[in-house]
């Protein structure tokens, strides 16, 4: 018995999808997830007149400048030290400016659209 409402917890677990972000609150966090974790190493390409990087076959908004990964998802930025994570939010002041100028054609989901 105990056995199988492990395992029925368990199973309901693995399917949990995230909640979506529901704002920011004063200091500026939201309750959105982290991107997805990618376990294979992105192809990157330039995007033209800038020193960042972007994955055009990534799932998701997926950049890199100076050796740090960058992601917009669900309303919020993120940033790690390795395209495999760990990924933790950042206020938007910390993404550097030439990320946050990428032109939004060079994003796999564009800011507003739920991904």
Known sequence: MLLTAVLVVSA???RATPT???GADADGNSDAPPPPVVL???H???VPGSAVMYAPRAAFNLFMF???YYSFHRGAWFAAKSHKGPWVEVAM???P???RAVPVAYYKIR???RG
């Open 111 to 113: 800011p507003g659209r």
């Open 12 to 14: 309901s677990l693995l």
């Open 44 to 46: 990157f390409v330039a």
């Open 93 to 95: 002041e910390r993404v």
């Open 66 to 68: 100076h050796g740090r």
């Open 20 to 22: 979506p972000a529901r």
């Open 97 to 99: 400016f030439a990320v």
């Open 40 to 42: 294979v190493a992105p």
